[in-house]
């Protein structure tokens, strides 16, 4: 599992590797990035579906009870397709805008 921290945020990837192997491998890292914002970017899954995407959907709604934004990056699945406890956006550069966007409404308390 690669970690590329960036102030508040950390983006989570891995390259070649089966999805429930890649949620076993975050389930045993989480702890080292709870704290963070976190941005798990999907490009490597080229068969994705939302069925898929919600595999994450604890690791969404714990994450965001502890006022953290958990933003999952994929072209493959849409936003529509999926509840909204969890963030899909298509880019990472969407991610991080997410993110910020979410970060100025956890300060004002919206």
Same mark, same amino acid.
């Given at each position: 599992?690669?970690?590329?921290?960036?102030?508040?945020?950390?983006?989570?990837?891995?390259?070649?590797?089966?999805?429930?192997?890649?949620?076993?491998?975050?389930?045993?890292?989480?702890?080292?990035?709870?704290?963070?914002?976190?941005?798990?970017?999907?490009?490597?899954?080229?068969?994705?579906?939302?069925?898929? #995407?919600?595999?994450?959907?604890?690791?969404?709604?714990?994450?965001?009870?502890?006022?953290?934004?958990?933003?999952? #990056?994929?072209?493959?699945?849409?936003?529509?397709?999926?509840?909204?406890?969890?963030?899909? #956006?298509?880019?990472?550069?969407?991610?991080?805008?997410?993110?910020?966007?979410?970060?100025?409404?956890?300060?004002?308390?919206?």
């Amino acid at each position: 599992m690669i970690f590329d921290k960036d102030g508040t945020t950390t983006l989570v990837f891995q390259e070649n590797i089966s999805l429930p192997k890649f949620l076993e491998n975050l389930q045993d890292s989480y702890s080292k990035i709870k704290n963070d914002n976190i941005i798990v970017n999907l490009f490597s899954f080229t068969k994705l579906t939302a069925g898929d #995407v919600l595999e994450f959907l604890d690791f969404s709604n714990t994450h965001r009870k502890a006022k953290k934004s958990f933003v999952l #990056v994929t072209d493959r699945v849409s936003f529509d397709e999926v509840p909204d406890e969890i963030c899909v #956006v298509p880019t990472i550069q969407e991610a991080r805008d997410l993110i910020e966007m979410e970060e100025i409404e956890r300060d004002l308390d919206l």
